[in-house]
């Protein structure tokens, strides 16, 4: 069982998930880019992993047409291995679902291999590489993709 809840992101979350931001990407969003972001809600989803107050994750996508971006997908240092991102990515995913996406996509760092696992889990496979896709650091991404018509994992 848990220690968190999901919940969607308000605008009063953003300096939590700038200080994970920071601690987790080499090029973090800005916080006019988050704000954007989490209440943009026409084609946007923004949810946190609250833990007694304190957000100690958080994944948000994109919807386009009858796809599914997962624009970004951190929890906080630390933190790795409790099951916070399988929460966030399995309740995102359900809700993409629900609202009618068919399929999902998403990039990751060609050397992030624990996040490549989590991803391979909910199905999602390589179908490309955008080279050196992150400017800071010159590395490249692989972009993913997810037949999301396909049952849900049992990731229990």
């Known amino acids: 069982m848990s220690d968190w809840t999901i919940r969607a ?3 009063r979350d953003v300096g939590a998930l700038l200080r994970i931001e920071d601690a987790a990407f080499p090029e973090p969003w800005t916080r006019a880019m988050l704000l954007d972001e989490i209440t943009r809600l026409e084609n946007r989803r923004y949810s946190v992993a609250d833990e007694a107050g304190r957000i100690v994750g958080y994944v ?6 009858d796809e599914v971006h997962v624009n970004t997908l951190a929890t906080v240092p630390g933190e790795e291995g409790r099951g916070i991102a399988t ?5 995102a ?13 998403l990039e990751v760092a060609a ?3 624990r996040a490549q696992a989590l991803y ?5 496979a390589p179908v490309g590489v955008r080279k050196r896709y992150y400017e800071r650091t010159g590395e490249d991404a692989l972009v993913l993709w997810a037949d999301l018509a396909d049952p849900a994992p049992d990731l229990r």
């Open 9 to 11: 992101a308000e605008r």
């Open 120 to 124: 391979r889990r909910f199905g999602f």
């Open 93 to 105: 995913l359900a809700a993409a679902r629900e609202r009618g996406a068919l399929r999902a996509t």
């Open 60 to 65: 948000g996508l994109m919807f386009v047409a």
């Open 111 to 113: 050397t992030n291999e």
């Open 87 to 91: 929460s966030l990515l399995e309740e």
